[in-house]
């Protein structure tokens, strides 16, 4: 399979706090790579990093094999590797539409009918082009994301990262978010979600990653991670959070 990233010994200090140890491991197209763990552990850090909105300290991120920070310009790099945040991050002074919009046109250099015609593609594929009217604080938590998530996919991003997308909902609104999010991993989408959705993760991984302490722990198919993990570290983790989820 083609590798889209490589993030090669990665490392985040933030002064003498060590947040990221020696972390490496590829992205192939289509993975869908969920990021579980303790707060704290250093998973929305590594999404941070991967798209530069932190600098790392050390170590390299390879993008198609060449190194992101030097062979890409940032913003081009940006837009083929997107991100959705936890708090939507929508400008609350213009319009669904004119949101899912501006990238396109600032970015992209995309003609405002082409943008136009984008977005509500988008739009409709996430369920929400009947709000394009609408301004971010008409909307609930559940369709600000929606919208969020139709944004991204308007500059279309060869890799999207998800920061904990649900963690901002209301309970009744986290499964709608993730219905979007597996139609996308369905349809080939290739993303990393930083997660507590250890059902998602389960079912809508292909591989994922255990962090605790700043590194990776384990790395498996969710099969096995979930039902045979081998690190006692994963097996504490795990123990503590799926009865609650599972």
Known sequence: MEKIL????????????????????????????????????????????INFLEEPTGGEILYHGKNAETACKRTIYNSKVGMVFQSFNLF??????????????????????????????YLQRVGMDAYRAARPAQLSGGQKQRVAIARALCMEPE????????????????????????????????????????????????????????VIVEDAPPQQLFSQPKQPRTQEFLKRVLARQL
């Open 92 to 121: 609350g002074n213009h319009t669904v539409l004119e949101n899912c919009m501006l990238g396109q046109m600032q970015v992209l250099k995309a003609s405002r009918a082409d943008a136009e015609k984008r977005a509500l593609t």
């Open 6 to 49: 490589e993030i090669q010994h990665l490392e985040k200090h933030f002064g003498d706090h060590v947040v990221l140890k020696d972390i490496s491991f590829s992205v192939e197209k289509g993975d869908v790579i969920c990021i579980i763990g303790s707060s704290g552990s250093g998973k929305s850090t590594l999404l941070r990093c």
């Open 159 to 214: 890799v999207l990262l998800f920061d904990e997308p649900t963690s901002a909902l209301d309970p009744e609104m986290v499964g709608e978010v993730l219905n979007v999010m597996q139609d996308l991993a369905s349809a080939g989408m290739t993303m990393l979600i930083v997660t507590h959705e250890m059902s998602f993760a389960r079912d809508v991984a292909s591989r994922v990653l255990f962090m605790d302490g700043g």
